[in-house]
C-alpha cells in the first residue's frame, strides 16, 4: 500500500475474519483407521468395528466377528455364534471451516451389532492438516485507506512598497517564484491557502487577497499571485490588523485535520499605514502572532532583514519565538532593551496600536505582546533575498517541517482499524523503496494501536521534499477490526 501527494493516502492491505472477508479454510484430514472386529465370546454377537472417522472420505467398515466356539451346556453342546455382520460405513468428516487452519472433522459412526463378535471400538477421529487457505499468501484482502495528519500552511505574503524597485524587478518577484515552486512541489501533502496584504494610508489601510487553504491548491494560489504585481500608490504593511483578523479567521475555518501554521514572509518594515516609528507595530504583530499560538496555530518567520529598520533583527526574533510558543524578548534601541512599561508610554498616542492594545484586553502600562528579560531561540530563516534558490531551500525547509509523520488509522472508511502491537515485527514501513526500521528513536512505532509514528531521522527524511512514497505492509494476522 502506497502513500501518494494526490491522493494523499496510504492503501493498507488486511485481511479480516474469515467469515466477513471470504478467506477459504480449505483445511485437509486424514482418513481414520478401521475398527477392528473382536472374538466371539460364549456365542454372544459382536458388533462390527465402527467406521474411523474420515473429515474427507467415509469411514471403512468393520470386519466381521469370528464365529464364536462352542461351550459345554448342561442341555447339550451349544452352536456356533452366527458371525458378526459388517459395521455400518463411518459417515464423511465435515470439510474444515474457514480460518487459519481447517477444522477437525467428526468421528466416523459406529458400526452395528453383530451375530457372535464383540462389539467393535468407535473409529478415532481423521486429523486435520493446517488449510492452505488460511495463510496470508493467497487470503483474499480487503484493501483500506488512512490519511495521514495533513498540515495546513498558510503563507502570508507582504506586498508593500519596500519589496519593489520597479514594476518587475525586487524581492516580491523572486520571493513569489520560490514559494510557488515549494507550494506546487508539497502539493497533496500540505493545505496550502495564500494572503497577499499592503494598504493605503489615507485610504483602505488593508487591502489583501487570499486564496482559501485547501489541498492540491496550487493552480489557484499561483493565478492569484501571479496576477498581483506593485501596487500603484504608496504601499504600506499592516501586519498586525492582517493577522488578528483574517488570518486568525481562515486559519480557524480550514477544515483539515492536521496542525495549521502560518509562513509570514517579512522584512519586518511594519505599521499601520501611518509611517511612523517600528516599535509599536513590533509589538503589536509579536502579540498577534502570540494569539495565533494561543489558538493552536504555530507561525514560522523566512525574514527579509530591512536596512531601513535598526529593529529588523530584533523583531525577527520576537516573531519566530512568538510563533512557537518561546519566550518573547523585548527590541532593543542602541543595545538597551525597551522595558515593557517603556513600549506602552511609547505606543499609548498611536492608534493603530491602541485599537489592537484594547481589543486584547491591555490595560494601565502594560504592553500588548507578552515579554521576558531573555527570548528563545526558535529559527529564524533570512535567505539573501535576491537569491531564488536560497528562498526556495528557506521555504522548503520550513513547509517541509510540517509535513505530517502521523498516521491515522481511526476512522477508516467508517471502520477502526487496530494493529496488533504484539505482533509488530511481522509489519513493515517503506519510504521510497528503503525499509524503515522499527523504532522508538529513528524508525517507525506504534504510538497507539491505531497511530503510526515514524520518529527521529526516519520523520526528518520523511519531511523532504522528495520524499512522496510511503508503504505499510501489515499482514492479515497483524490487524484487528472493529
Partial sequence: MSYRPSPVSAAMLVCGLAASLGCAGAGKSIAGAA?????GSGGTASP????????????????????????????????????????????????????????????????????????GTTGAGGSIDPGDAGTDTVCQMAA????????????????????FTSDTMGIYFTLRSAALEVIQQLQGE???????????????CVMYTSVATDLNNYAKIAAAYNGLGRPQFKAETPAAQIITGTVKAALKADTGAGQKYML?????????????????????????????????????????????????????????????GQPVAPPA???????????????????GWKSIWTAAGR????????YSTAGGNAAIYTPDPMNRTALVNAISAVVAGVKSCTFDLSDVGGKSIKVDTSKLAQARVIVEGTDVPQGDT?????????????????????RMPDKKNIDFRFPCSTIIFE
Fill in 190 to 204: 500540505v493545505r496550502f491557502g495564500l494572503g497577499v496584504f499592503t494598504g493605503q494610508a489615507g485610504a483602505t
Fill in 35 to 39: 475398527g477392528s472386529a473382536g472374538p
Fill in 333 to 351: 534601541q542602541n543595545g538597551t532593551p525597551w522595558s515593557p512599561t517603556a513600549i506602552a508610554g511609547q505606543c499609548q498616542g498611536r492608534a
Fill in 264 to 324: 509570514f514572509v517579512t522584512d519586518t518594515e511594519t505599521d499601520y499605514c501611518d509611517d511612523g516609528d517600528q516599535l509599536c507595530p513590533i509589538d503589536s504583530v509579536a502579540y498577534a502572532i502570540q494569539d495565533l499560538y494561543a489558538s493552536g496555530f504555530g507561525t514560522f518567520i523566512v525574514g527579509l532583514p530591512s536596512d531601513q529598520s535598526s529593529y529588523a533583527m530584533d523583531a525577527l526574533k520576537a516573531f519566530a519565538n512568538a510563533g512557537v
Fill in 363 to 370: 490595560t494601565g502600562t502594560a504592553p500588548t505582546a507578552t
Fill in 48 to 119: 462390527g468395528t465402527a467406521g474411523a472417522a474420515n473429515p474427507g472420505s467415509a469411514g471403512s467398515g468393520g470386519t466381521t466377528g469370528t464365529a464364536g466356539t462352542s461351550a459345554s451346556g448342561a442341555a447339550g453342546t451349544s452352536a456356533p455364534g452366527t458371525a458378526g455382520s459388517s459395521g455400518t460405513a463411518g459417515g464423511a468428516g465435515a470439510a474444515g471451516a474457514a480460518g487459519a487452519s481447517g477444522g477437525a472433522g467428526s468421528a466416523g459412526i459406529a458400526g452395528s451389532a453383530g451375530r457372535g463378535g464383540t462389539s
Fill in 144 to 163: 483500506y485507506t488512512f490519511e495521514p495528519k495533513i498540515p495546513t500552511v498558510y503563507v502570508l505574503v507582504d506586498r508593500s512598497g519596500s519589496e
Fill in 442 to 462: 529513528n524508525g517507525w512505532s506504534m504510538a497507539s494501536p491505531t497511530q503510526l509514528v515514524l520518529n527521529g531521522t526516519a520523520c526528518t527524511s520523511w
